[in-house]
Structures are given as structure tokens and as C-alpha cells.
């Protein structure tokens, strides 16, 4: 089981990036996939995912109406797309996959294998 994120870099605030998890060594059809992001000197927090039954998909209130999660089956990624950045969206972000866990999808303890991370800046 393979994740790589990817997609990050550098933007000023009111900007856009979209980040992308490639996944590899698993059925991304039958796995929940979320994405995280962890702060300097913060504990990681669940940013947004998506189901594997339904495609349902779920955000954490400081993202929601800014950040939007995608799946591509075909080519074996998810996307996030994420709009209107501000500063204090600056994190390492990471994807994960699991077993689908509904609404859970947006906690950590849901997910077995994660991926490296990619560094998001947000600054003028």
C-alpha cells in the first residue's frame, strides 16, 4: 500500500493549489480516503474526506465552502482542491486510507496507511 501526496508550494493568501494523493498497492474503490494537515508546533487535524460506499464527503469547519475532495477511481487518486487560502491554512498535508467510516473518515484513528506529506505555504 502506496500514498503519495503531492502539490503543495507556495502561494500568497487568496490563492489556490490542488493537492493530489496518488495511491498504488490497493482498490481505491473499497477505501475511504482522507487528508490531514499538521501545523508547526500543532497536532494534526482532519482537513476533509471521502467515502468509499457513496462518495460522500466531509469537511472540517475551518475548510468548508474553501476546499473541495474528489476521487478519480480511474486513475487511482484523490484530489483537494483548495481556494481562498489563508496563512493559517500553512501545513504539511498528508492523505490516508482506510475501511470506510462514514463521518468518522474525518479522524485520524480511521485510516491504517499514510503517505508522505507535502508542504503548503501560504504567504505575501
Known amino acids: 500500500v502506496q500514498l503519495q501526496a503531492s502539490g503543495g508550494g507556495l502561494v500568497q493568501p487568496g490563492g489556490s493549489l490542488r493537492l493530489s494523493c496518488a495511491t498504488s498497492?490497493?482498490?481505491?474503490?473499497?477505501?475511504?480516503i482522507g487528508w490531514f494537515r499538521q501545523a508547526p508546533g500543532k497536532e494534526r487535524e482532519g482537513v476533509s474526506c471521502?467515502?468509499?460506499?457513496?462518495?460522500?464527503?466531509y469537511y472540517a469547519d475551518f475548510v468548508k465552502g474553501r476546499f473541495t475532495i474528489s476521487r478519480d477511481n480511474d486513475k487511482n487518486t484523490v484530489h483537494l482542491q483548495m481556494k481562498s487560502l489563508k496563512p493559517e491554512d500553512t501545513a504539511v498535508y498528508y492523505c490516508?486510507?482506510?475501511?470506510?467510516?462514514?463521518?468518522?473518515?474525518?479522524?485520524?484513528?480511521?485510516?491504517?496507511?499514510w503517505g508522505q506529506g507535502t508542504l503548503v505555504t501560504v504567504s505575501s
Open positions: 490516508a486510507s482506510g475501511p470506510d467510516s462514514g463521518s468518522y473518515c474525518i479522524f485520524s484513528s480511521s485510516y491504517d496507511n
Open positions: 471521502i467515502s468509499s460506499s457513496d462518495d460522500s464527503t
Open positions: 498497492g490497493f482498490n481505491l474503490d473499497y477505501s475511504a
